[in-house]
């Protein structure tokens, strides 16, 4: 049963149903505006994260770049500065090698002072 709104039946008031009809349609669209402004919030929200991410990379690749710059004028500097293990054996293996022909060298030595003595008291 309608409930009866007096003059509405005489066309110059809306029905009851055409009120809930409007009611319906007004919540529908106000509905529809809340998922759509929710959707653009959603879109810009994940543009704003893709322009942080791109900002974050290039951050990143900017750092990369300069600790790969340090480490290479690092290696630079330890290769001019700093001896390698095979030079340091082929430097060692020079002295010993010379320290050997001193050590021969002074033993000889002795000897031809020996040598000379004994001529010298021959003579």
């Not at 020079?94 to 050997?100: E, G, K, M, N, T």
């Not at 022909?101 to 003595?117: C, M, W």
């Amino acid at each position: 049963m309608t409930p009866d709104f007096g003059p509405a039946s005489s066309g110059w008031f809306p029905t009851y149903s055409q009120i809930l009809g409007t009611v319906a349609m007004i919540i529908a669209l106000g509905s529809a505006a809340s998922a759509y402004i929710n959707g653009v919030k959603e879109r810009a929200k994940t543009e704003v994260g893709f322009a942080e991410s791109a900002k974050k990379t290039a951050e990143t690749e900017k750092a990369l770049a300069v600790v790969s710059r340090e480490l290479t004028e690092h290696k630079l500097e330890v290769a001019t500065r700093y001896v390698n293990a095979d030079t340091l054996r082929q430097v060692e293996a020079r002295l010993f090698s010379a320290i050997d022909g001193v050590t021969t060298a002074i033993r000889d030595l002795g000897a031809r002072l020996d040598r000379a003595f004994e001529q010298r008291q021959h003579d």
